[in-house]
Nanobody, 116 residues
Framework: QVQLVESGGGLVQAGGSLRLSCAASGSISSLATMGWYRQTPGKQRELVADITSVRVTNYADSVKGRFTISRANVGYIVYLQMNNLKPEDTAVYYC??????????WGQGTQVTVSS
């Protein structure tokens, strides 16, 4: 079993920054990919960014150049640095982990609200 605990959401004005953190524990392969998704009411959950075990990153077009995903060198911790936030970034952000056997796990979600 794998547990994901997120932190760092909140309310920020447009143009501001937030940093999300997610710590994973449990039966995790060193090959696991970690990432962030977001969801707004009535819409499907969408990928924001993910990062592989060898630090290859992938971003949604809407956040390229503004968001940066990274992983700690020790442990299973992933960060999402969000700069120049826009009102359309408002969503619940979910941490995600995909293990070596393709099993997937989700965090509980953290609310990010960007005011205009």
């Amino acid at each position: 079993q794998v547990q994901l605990v997120e932190s760092g959401g909140g309310l920020v004005q447009a143009g501001g920054s937030l940093r999300l953190s997610c710590a994973a524990s449990g039966s995790i392969s060193s090959l696991a990919t970690m990432g962030w998704y977001r969801q707004t009411p009535g819409k499907q959950r969408e990928l924001v960014a993910d990062i592989t075990s060898v630090r290859v990153t992938n971003y949604a077009d809407s956040v390229k150049g503004r968001f940066t995903i990274s992983r700690a060198n020790v442990g299973y911790i992933v960060y999402l640095q969000m700069n120049n936030l826009k009102p359309e970034d408002t969503a619940v952000y979910y941490c995600h982990l995909r293990n070596w056997d393709s099993s997937a796990y989700w965090g509980q979600g953290t609310q990010v609200t960007v005011s205009s």
